[in-house]
C-alpha cells in the first residue's frame, strides 16, 4: 500500500513537470519510466475499482494535494484529483509530452513510438492510447465540421452548447472539491473567480444553474459506496458561494443579460430574493432629474433607467411565483415610498406605470 | 517491387493534385469531391505508410520531396481528420519524419515543423476563444475531457433542432433552413462511424421535412448504408427502415449484400439462413409493400438466374416466414392491403396462401391444400385470367409459401386414402411450373402408381430397400421421367421412409441407393433440413421421425464434407 501511494506521488510530480521546461533534461529512458508509472496507475484503476479501502486511501492523498497545490501551483486543481482521473492519466501525461515544445528529439521520438506503435501492434489493452489520441483528433474534427454547417443562422445555439459544456466540467470539478473542510467549494470557486476570465466566468455560473437537474455527469462513473451522490449538490454549492459573495452577486446581476437573469432567478428563489435586493438598491441611487424629464444616476456606475427597466420587464414576464413576488415587491416598494400616483416623485411608481402594471 | 514503386510514384502524383485542389477552394463541389473520394484516399495513405516505415527521414525527403506540401495539405482537411482511421494513419506517417538525432539545421527544421504538425493534428482547429481555453485549463482539465462532452452537446442541440423543426411544421421561423440540413448531412459523410455522431445520422434519416425533394444528400445515404451493412455503426431498425425507404440504391444494396452471404454460407442450414435474414432488418423493413416488392423483384431476378435452384427457392420461403412474422408483429401499426404486396395475385388465393397451417388442425389441412390447388389450377389452365400473371407468377407466388408443397407430399405418403387430384396436380405443378397439361397428367399418373405401390409397403410386415426401389421404378423406365419428376417422386419416398414404421430400418440402404452422386447427396441434405425446419415452424411432435431426420441429415453432411 505504501508503494502504491509513493508511486502516485511520484507520479504527480512527473505529470506536473511534464508541462515545464524542465523536461529539457529528460531522455528516453526518462520518458520510458514515466509511462511506465502511468501504465501502472491504470492497471491500479482497474485493479483497485471495486475496492472501496484502498480506493479511499488514495482519494484521502489526493485530498491532501488539494491543500498543498491549491493557491500556489499554476492551477488550482491538482494533476489527479481523485481515483478516477487515474485511468487517464497516460493519455493526460502524453498530451503534454506532445505539446511540450523543449522535450529533447530524442525523448520525443521515443514517445511517438511508443504512442503510435502502427498497425500491427495487438491490443492487449482495449483503450489503447492511439486509439484515444486519434479519437480525439477526429473528435475535434467533427466539432469542426459541426460548426462549419452552424455558422449565420444558429451561433446562438453553438454558444450555448460551449457554455453547457464549461457548465458541466465546472460542476463535475465542483463535485470532486473534498467536501471534508467545508470552505473546500467556496475557497475553490473563489480562486477559479480571481484567476479566470470574469466575463466567461459569470455566464458559465449561469449555464450552469440551468442544467436540467439530472445532468449526466462528463465521465462515466459507477456510483459506489461512499462516494457522495452529488448529482445536484454541484448548483447547491455555487448558489451557496454565490450567496456569500456580494461582489460576484453585484457583477453577475449586472452583466448578464435579463432574460438570461429571470431564468435564473426563477430556478433558484434563494438567488432571486438577492436579485430583487440589489436592483432595489440600484433603484434609489437614481433620482428624478426635472429638466430631462427622465430617471437618472449621479456617478457613472450608477445603473441607468433603461437598463432597470429591462431588467424588471423581463422578470415580470416571468411564469409565477416569480412574477408574483416581483410585483408585490415593487407594489411595497412604491408603498413605502409614498404610493404616489403621478409620475417623477417615486422610481417605483413610475416603474409600475412603465410596466404598464401600475394600479 | 519496381512495378508498385511506379504505381505508387503515380498515384502521389494524382492525389498530390486532388489535395491541392481541396484545399484552393472549400465550394460545394469540392466537399463533394472530397468525401467521394475519402475512401480510397484512406487506402493510398496506409500504402504509403507501408513505404515510409522502411526509411530514415533522411530517405524519405530525398525520395519524395513534395511530402511535407501533401502531408501539410492532408492535416488541414477536416474532411479527411474526420474519417475513420485517417487520422490514425497520417499520424503514422508524420512519426515517420521525425528524426532521433538531427544532425544540422535542415533535420532540426524538418523535426520542428513535423512536431508542429503532429501538435496541430491532435489539437487541431482550435477555435476556442482565449477565454474558453483558459477556463478549461484552469479547472484542470484537458482538451480531451472537453471536446468530447462538447461534440455530445452540439449533437444533442442539432437533433433537438432537427426534432424541433419536424413538429413546428409551419412556425417558419424555428425552421432549421433545407440547406442547413443538406449541409449536416454532407458533414456526416466522413464521421458516421464515430459513436457520437450516431444520434445525428439518426436523426436526419427519420426527418421528415415538408421540402417536395429529397434534402438530404445521396451520399449520405451511402455512407450510412455501407456502415450499417458492415456493422460498423448500430441503428434502431426503424431509422434503417427511413434511410432504405428515402435511397432506393441502398436497399438494392442490401439486399445483394444478405444475397452475397446466403450464397457464401453453407448450403442447406435452413435456420442459418433464418439468422441472416432476421439480422438484415429486411423481412422487418418489408412490411412496408415498397420495399417488399423491391426485394421481392430481386429475389425473382435472382431465381431466374440461376434457373430455379433449390437455394435461392429456400430463401425466398424463409424470407416469406419471417415477413409474415414480422407483419403480424406489426399488426396495428400498419395497415397494408394484401394487394399492395401481391399486386399480380388474387387476393383469396393469397388470403389462402397466408394461412397458417398451426392454427388449422392437422387433419383438416387437405382442405385449404385443395382449395389452393383449385384456385392455382383454375389461374393456369384458363388463358383469359390475364390479369393475374402467366404460370411463371402463379408459381412465383406459390413458393413464397412452398411450405404448403411439402405438406401436401406428406399428406399423401401418410394417408391411407385414394389421393386426391387436387394434392397431385399441386404436388406436380410445384415442381414443374412450364409443364404442358399433358406433360403434367403424365406425372400425375406416375405419382398415382407410385404412391399406390407405397401404400401397400406402407402395410407390409418387412420392408427391404429393393422393395422401394421396385416402388420407384414402377410403370415406366425409370431414366425416361423427366428429373423434376424424378426430384419430386425422391421427395415421395423420403417422406415415406420418415414415416413409414419399417422404414426407420432401410433408409440408410435407401439413400445410399438413391444418390450416387454428390449433387443429390446435397439435395436429399435440402430436403432433411427443410423438413426439421418445417416441423419446428409448425411444432410438429414427431419424434421417431425426427430423430431419424436428424441422424440422416448429420450423415449426409458428413459424407458430402
Redesign the interface.
Known amino acids: 500500500m505504501e508503494s502504491l501511494l509513493q508511486h502516485f506521488e511520484r507520479f504527480s510530480e512527473v505529470l506536473a513537470v511534464s508541462r515545464t521546461t524542465h523536461v529539457r533534461t529528460w531522455d528516453p529512458a526518462t520518458v520510458r519510466r514515466a509511462l511506465q508509472w502511468a501504465r501502472y496507475l491504470r492497471h491500479v484503476h482497474r485493479r483497485f475499482g471495486r475496492h472501496v479501502r484502498i480506493r479511499m486511501a488514495l482519494e484521502r492523498r489526493l485530498q491532501n494535494q488539494w491543500r498543498l497545490e491549491g493557491g500556489s501551483g499554476s492551477?488550482?486543481?491538482?494533476?489527479l484529483?481523485n481515483f478516477q482521473a487515474l485511468e487517464?492519466c497516460d493519455?493526460?501525461l502524453s498530451?503534454r509530452l506532445?505539446?511540450n515544445?523543449a522535450l529533447g528529439?530524442?525523448a520525443?521520438?521515443y514517445l511517438?513510438?511508443e504512442l503510435?506503435p502502427?498497425?500491427g501492434v495487438p491490443d492487449a489493452d482495449p483503450e489503447t492510447l492511439?486509439?484515444?489520441?486519434?479519437r480525439?483528433?477526429?473528435?475535434?474534427?467533427?466539432?469542426?465540421?459541426?460548426?462549419?454547417?452552424g455558422y449565420g443562422?444558429?451561433s446562438v445555439?453553438?454558444e450555448?452548447?460551449?457554455l453547457?459544456?464549461?457548465a458541466?466540467?465546472?460542476l463535475a470539478?465542483l463535485r470532486e472539491v473534498p467536501k471534508a473542510e467545508a470552505e473546500g467549494p467556496s475557497r475553490f470557486l473563489s480562486i477559479?473567480w480571481e484567476?479566470?476570465?470574469q466575463?466567461?466566468?459569470l455566464r458559465?455560473i449561469a449555464a450552469a444553474l440551468l442544467l436540467p437537474p439530472s445532468s449526466p455527469r462528463?465521465?462515466e462513473e459507477e456510483l459506489e459506496p461512499g462516494t457522495p451522490k452529488t448529482l445536484a449538490d454541484g448548483d447547491q454549492e455555487l448558489v451557496r458561494w454565490l450567496l456569500t459573495k456580494s461582489d460576484v452577486m453585484a457583477a453577475f446581476c449586472r452583466n448578464l443579460p435579463a432574460g438570461l437573469l429571470t431564468s435564473v432567478a426563477g430556478r433558484h428563489p434563494e438567488l432571486s430574493r438577492v436579485y430583487l435586493g440589489l436592483l432595489a438598491d440600484w433603484a434609489r441611487h437614481l433620482h428624478y432629474d426635472l429638466q430631462k424629464g427622465i430617471w437618472i444616476g449621479t456617478e457613472s456606475q450608477h445603473v441607468p433607467w433603461e437598463e432597470l427597466y429591462g431588467k424588471f420587464q423581463s422578470l415580470c414576464q416571468a411564469p409565477p411565483p416569480l412574477k408574483d413576488d416581483v410585483l408585490a415587491a415593487l407594489e411595497s416598494c412604491k408603498a413605502k415610498d409614498g404610493d404616489f400616483q403621478v409620475r417623477g416623485l417615486s422610481i417605483w411608481t413610475d416603474l409600475l406605470l412603465a410596466l404598464g402594471c401600475g394600479s | 517491387m519496381a512495378q508498385d514503386s511506379v504505381g505508387f510514384s503515380s498515384d502521389y502524383q494524382f492525389w498530390m493534385q486532388k489535395l491541392s485542389l481541396w484545399d484552393q477552394a472549400s465550394t460545394l463541389e469540392t466537399q463533394k469531391d472530397t468525401c467521394l473520394h475519402l475512401p480510397r484516399f484512406q487506402e493510398f495513405l496506409?500504402q504509403m505508410?507501408e513505404v515510409l516505415?522502411e526509411m530514415d527521414s533522411n530517405m524519405i525527403i530525398e525520395r519524395f520531396p513534395t511530402i511535407g506540401q501533401l502531408l501539410a495539405k492532408t492535416c488541414w482537411n477536416?474532411?479527411i481528420?474526420?474519417f475513420d482511421?485517417s487520422?490514425?494513419i497520417l499520424?503514422?506517417c508524420l512519426?515517420c519524419l521525425?528524426?532521433?538525432?538531427?544532425q544540422n539545421s535542415e533535420e532540426?527544421k524538418l523535426?520542428s515543423w513535423t512536431?508542429g504538425l503532429?501538435?496541430h493534428?491532435?489539437?487541431?482547429?482550435k477555435?476556442d476563444?482565449?477565454?474558453?481555453g483558459?477556463?478549461?485549463?484552469?479547472?484542470?482539465?484537458?482538451?480531451?475531457?472537453?471536446?468530447?462532452?462538447?461534440?455530445k452537446?452540439?449533437?444533442?442541440?442539432?437533433v433537438s433542432?432537427l426534432r424541433e423543426n419536424h413538429l413546428n411544421g409551419f412556425n417558419t421561423q424555428r425552421r432549421m433552413?433545407p440547406e442547413?440540413i443538406r449541409?449536416?448531412s454532407r458533414?456526416c459523410v466522413?464521421?458516421v462511424t464515430?459513436p457520437?455522431?450516431q444520434p445525428l445520422v439518426e436523426a436526419l434519416l427519420t426527418y421528415h421535412g415538408h421540402e417536395p425533394q429529397e434534402v438530404l444528400w445521396p451520399e449520405f445515404f451511402d455512407a450510412v448504408n455501407e456502415a450499417f451493412l458492415l456493422k460498423k455503426i448500430s441503428l434502431p431498425t426503424s431509422a434503417v427502415i427511413c434511410l432504405w425507404l428515402r435511397h432506393l440504391p441502398s436497399l438494392e444494396k442490401a439486399t445483394l449484400h444478405l444475397f452475397e452471404k446466403l450464397i457464401s454460407s453453407e448450403r442447406n442450414f435452413l435456420r442459418r439462413i433464418e439468422c441472416f435474414l432476421k439480422d438484415s432488418l429486411l423481412p422487418e423493413a418489408a412490411c412496408y409493400p415498397a420495399i417488399f416488392r423491391i426485394v421481392d423483384e430481386m429475389f425473382r431476378y435472382a431465381l431466374l438466374e440461376t434457373d430455379g435452384a433449390p437455394e435461392v427457392l429456400a430463401a425466398i420461403q424463409v424470407f416469406t416466414w419471417c415477413f409474415v412474422e414480422a407483419l403480424e408483429k406489426q399488426n396495428k401499426q400498419l395497415k397494408f392491403t394484401l394487394k399492395t404486396y401481391f399486386p399480380y395475385a388474387s387476393p383469396s388465393l393469397v388470403m389462402v396462401l397466408l394461412q397458417h397451417p398451426k392454427d388449422i388442425p392437422q387433419k383438416l389441412w387437405h382442405q385449404p391444400l385443395k382449395h389452393i390447388s383449385e384456385m392455382l389450377r383454375e389461374i393456369v389452365e384458363d388463358q383469359t385470367h390475364g390479369s393475374y400473371g402467366g404460370p411463371f407468377e402463379c408459381w412465383f407466388l406459390f413458393i413464397h409459401f412452398g411450405g404448403w408443397a411439402d405438406i401436401a407430399a406428406e399428406q399423401l405418403v401418410m394417408s391411407e386414402a385414394e389421393p386426391p387430384e387436387a394434392l397431385l396436380w399441386l404436388l406436380a405443378f410445384s415442381h414443374s411450373p412450364r409443364d404442358r397439361s399433358q406433360q403434367r397428367a403424365q406425372t400425375m399418373v406416375e405419382v398415382k402408381a407410385v404412391l399406390s405401390h407405397l401404400k401397400k409397403l406402407l402395410r407390409s410386415p418387412t420392408l427391404s430397400a429393393r422393395d422401394l426401389q421396385a416402388a420407384a421404378a414402377e410403370s415406366q423406365d425409370r431414366d425416361l421421367r423427366p428429373p423434376s419428376c424424378q426430384q419430386l417422386i425422391r421427395h415421395l419416398l423420403l417422406n415415406f421412409l420418415l414415416w413409414a414404421p419399417g422404414g426407420h430400418a432401410i433408409a440408410r440402404e435407401v439413400i445410399t441407393l438413391m444418390a450416387p452422386t454428390d449433387e443429390l447427396s446435397h439435395e436429399i441434405a435440402g430436403f432433411l433440413d427443410q423438413t426439421l425446419y418445417r416441423w419446428d415452424r409448425l411444432c410438429l411432435e414427431a419424434p421417431r421421425s425426427r430423430k431419424l431426420a436428424r441422424e440422416l441429415l448429420a450423415e449426409l453432411h458428413a459424407h458430402i464434407q
Not at chain 2, 493534428?121 to 482547429?125: G, I, K, R
Not at chain 2, 476563444?129 to 474558453?132: N, Y
Not at chain 2, 478549461?136 to 472537453?146: C, E, N, S, T
Not at chain 2, 452537446?153 to 442539432?158: D, E, F, K, R
Open positions: 492551477s488550482p486543481v491538482p494533476g484529483t487517464r493519455l493526460l498530451l506532445l505539446e515544445r528529439d530524442a520525443y521520438h511517438l513510438q503510435f502502427g498497425p492511439q486509439g484515444s489520441l486519434a480525439l483528433a477526429r473528435r475535434r474534427s467533427a466539432v469542426h465540421l459541426l460548426r462549419l454547417s443562422e444558429n445555439l453553438e450555448d452548447s460551449v453547457k459544456t464549461q458541466e466540467l465546472l470539478r477559479l484567476r479566470l476570465p466575463n466567461n466566468f458559465v462528463p465521465q | 496506409r505508410y516505415k477536416p474532411y481528420l474526420a482511421e487520422q490514425k499520424l503514422w512519426c521525425i528524426n532521433k538525432e538531427p532540426l523535426n512536431r503532429l501538435s493534428v491532435l489539437s487541431a482547429f477555435f476563444t482565449k477565454e474558453v483558459l477556463f478549461i485549463q484552469g479547472l484542470g482539465y484537458a482538451p480531451a475531457d472537453y471536446y468530447s462532452g462538447l461534440l452537446n452540439m449533437v444533442l442541440s442539432l433542432e433552413a442547413k449541409f449536416l458533414v466522413p464521421l464515430l457520437d455522431i
